[in-house]
């Protein structure tokens, strides 16, 4: 497989093996928000209104734009 990807082992197995960054860990967090809330109103909500109902029930302040960029990810 690395040499497919053209990456040393050590660099895989260094990256495996690594700490999640905070901001990646919240953005985790967020997709499972994203995620739950699209399943509950059965997905009607835009990236806006999904903001504001996330901010308002779970007393965030997310940004529409990073709402956007994260219910845009395929691994949704």
């Not at 209104?49 to 990073?66: D, Q, V």
Request: net charge positive; hydrophobic share 30%.
């Amino acid at each position: 497989m690395c040499k497919q990807l053209e990456i040393s082992r050590s660099a895989y197995y260094k990256w495996l093996h690594r700490e999640i960054p905070e901001q990646e860990a919240e953005n985790m967090k967020l997709a499972e928000l994203i995620k739950e809330y699209d399943e509950r109103f059965n997905h009607i909500l835009g990236y806006r209104r999904m903001t504001s109902w996330i901010n308002h029930f779970n007393h965030t302040s997310y940004n529409p734009k990073r709402v956007h960029r994260i219910d845009m990810l395929p691994s949704r």
